[in-house]
């Protein structure tokens, strides 16, 4: 390849890696707005039980389970700097333990594996002979089972039943008519956006200017559930929190999800998603394939035609050469026999030498 070539190639690759982190989604930032209160929602432990008495193979062996859970899920968090995790501690009895992490995306790290310190010493001193168990604070959710199956349907639970939990403010909007009819339609907004993200969670903000108040929503998945499941959570969310307005915040939580209003900042303005976008069905996801596949076509077009340039600029060369090498070795008595060789038709350069080579 020569040095032309070679500044093709640099400014193909230049282009195809400016469009893929022109579109590269932002990091979450840490959030100092909340005062990190971090309001606890619902705790819930199910036992196994046979005939009404505790079926646990082994305590001793549960607990363990538990802790070694609990231990690999934050080690997670720490190591992979996530917000979701999963750990597993299988036994050859029945006190296997399947567990699940999730902290709210707005939030730091640190923040996530402090909620999830506070919700793992509620579930150890209140839950020890806990089976099916699950607890779920403003920043965070955490949750075991002796299967694995409520990862893929969070409404799978192996003892006992899981309800959605409602929790509304005690303070009312000062122009509730208002209020009511900007949150109404935010919360809407909000729940038809949230399964069309590509990672079921929003967080966005909307002015009531009569009011002087601006209102934050936040909404989550469960991970891993499909789009399905997290449309119809949302929408008990939406009929839940329409229950709180005109309170000036509402939490709803269930199996599912996961969705809070209030006119006090919980997170950055800089941290919200744009809905509008979403709603439009332009998500993030979307457009990142997009891009992509634009930047790869434009890479394979920008190298093709740097190829094709150069094997035109070659099999013209080839086609001077040939004339002068003619002249050169044709003998004048057979000039004619050669003009009908197929020389000018072929463009492949090992092909042009063969006639010459077979007449001579
Ligand atoms: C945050 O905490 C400070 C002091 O602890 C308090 O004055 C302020 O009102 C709090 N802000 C919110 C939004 O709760
Ligand atoms: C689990 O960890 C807690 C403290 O985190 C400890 O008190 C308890 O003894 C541990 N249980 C087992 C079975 O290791
Ligand atoms: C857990 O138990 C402690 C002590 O009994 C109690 O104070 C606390 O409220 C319980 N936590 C939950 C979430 O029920
Ligand atoms: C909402 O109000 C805040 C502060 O008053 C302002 O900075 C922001 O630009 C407003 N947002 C919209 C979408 O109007
Ligand atoms: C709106 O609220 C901001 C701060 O919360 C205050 O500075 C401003 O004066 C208020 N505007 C009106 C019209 O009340
Ligand atoms: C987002 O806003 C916070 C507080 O306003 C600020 O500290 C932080 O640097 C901002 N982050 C970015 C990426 O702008």
């Keep these: 390849m020569d040095h032309q070539g070679l500044k093709w190639l640099q400014m193909a690759v230049l282009v195809v890696l400016l469009v893929l ?5 932002g990091f979450s930032q840490t959030n100092d707005r909340d005062n990190n209160t971090n309001v606890f929602i619902i705790m819930y432990c199910g036992e196994k039980l046979y005939f009404g008495q505790n079926a646990v193979m082994s305590l001793p062996n549960l607990n363990k389970n538990h802790n070694l859970t609990f231990n690999e899920l934050r080690t997670e968090l720490l190591s992979k700097r996530v917000l979701y995790a999963r750990a597993q501690a299988l036994s050859a009895g029945d006190d296997s333990v399947f567990a699940a992490a999730q902290c709210r995306n707005y939030l730091s790290v640190d923040q996530c594996v402090s909620c999830f310190d506070t919700a793992v010493a509620q579930l150890v001193t209140n839950c020890s002979w806990g089976t099916s168990a699950y607890i779920s604070y403003d920043n965070c959710f955490v949750r075991y089972e002796d299967s694995v199956d409520f990862y893929n349907n969070p409404y799978v639970m192996e003892y006992g039943n899981g309800w959605p939990r409602l929790s ?61 499941i997290c449309q ?32 006090t900042p919980f997170f ?11 709603l439009k069905g332009h998500s993030s996801k979307v457009s990142v394939i997009i891009a992509t596949v634009v930047g790869v076509i434009l890479f394979i077009l920008i190298v093709l035609s740097w190829f094709l340039y150069r094997s035109w600029k070659k099999s ?45």
Excluded: W
């Design 232 to 263: 119809n959570c949302m929408n008990r969310a939406y009929d839940g929190l329409n229950d709180c307005l005109p309170n000036t915040e509402g939490r709803f939580f269930d199996m599912g999800c996961f969705a809070r209003y209030s006119t």
């Design 316 to 360: 013209k060369r080839t086609e001077q050469d040939m004339e002068v090498v003619r002249e050169q070795i044709t003998p004048k008595g057979h000039r004619q026999d050669i003009k009908h060789e197929p020389i000018r038709t072929r463009k492949c350069d090992s092909l042009v030498v063969h006639p010459i080579t077979s007449f001579s």
């Design 21 to 25: 982190l022109l579109t590269k989604p």
């Design 268 to 278: 950055n303005a800089n941290q919200t998603i744009d809905i509008t976008n979403v």
């Design 168 to 228: 509304c403010g005690k303070q009312s909007a000062s122009q509730p008519t208002i209020f009511n009819q900007v949150v109404d339609g935010f919360l809407s907004d909000v729940r038809h956006a949230t399964p069309k993200t590509s990672n079921f969670y929003v967080a966005s903000t909307r002015n009531i200017t009569s009011e002087n108040a601006t209102v934050y929503v936040t909404a989550q998945c469960a991970e891993s559930v499909n789009k399905a």
